[in-house]
């Protein structure tokens, strides 16, 4: 295994600070951490303990979500309607990248 690089793509900038589009790029290293570089006016780079915490930072309720760049490496799960970058994300850490909440019937 090594580590997988994405993207993080945000649909809706709620902040006004970092636009839309692909914002920032990461790599996911073997042990689950994560290293992130921000792109725009003020770049920065942080290192995060799992893709998980960045996303309850800065995914802002599914406007930012990621987009994987080695899936082609990855092995298909047969019978799964998922994306390419999910099914890589959950054969990667076993948990999926977009938090779906469930809706409560009256």
């Not at 970092?18 to 992130?36: K, R």
């Not at 990855?74 to 938090?99: C, K, S, Y």
Request: hydrophobic fraction near 40%; proline fraction near 6%; aromatic fraction near 6%.
């Amino acid at each position: 295994m090594k580590p997988q690089t994405f993207e993080l793509v945000r649909y809706a900038d709620i902040s006004g600070v970092s636009g839309t589009g692909t914002v920032a790029e990461g790599c996911v290293f073997t042990d689950g951490s994560v290293a992130l570089r921000w792109h725009g006016q003020n770049p920065s780079t942080a290192v995060w303990p799992d893709l998980d915490s960045i996303l309850a930072v800065h995914g802002h309720c599914g406007a930012t979500v990621v987009r994987w760049l080695d899936v082609s490496e990855m092995e298909p799960v047969p019978g799964t309607d998922l994306l390419p970058g999910e099914v890589a994300h959950i054969l990667a850490t076993g948990r999926h990248t977009h938090h779906h909440q469930a809706v409560a019937s009256a």
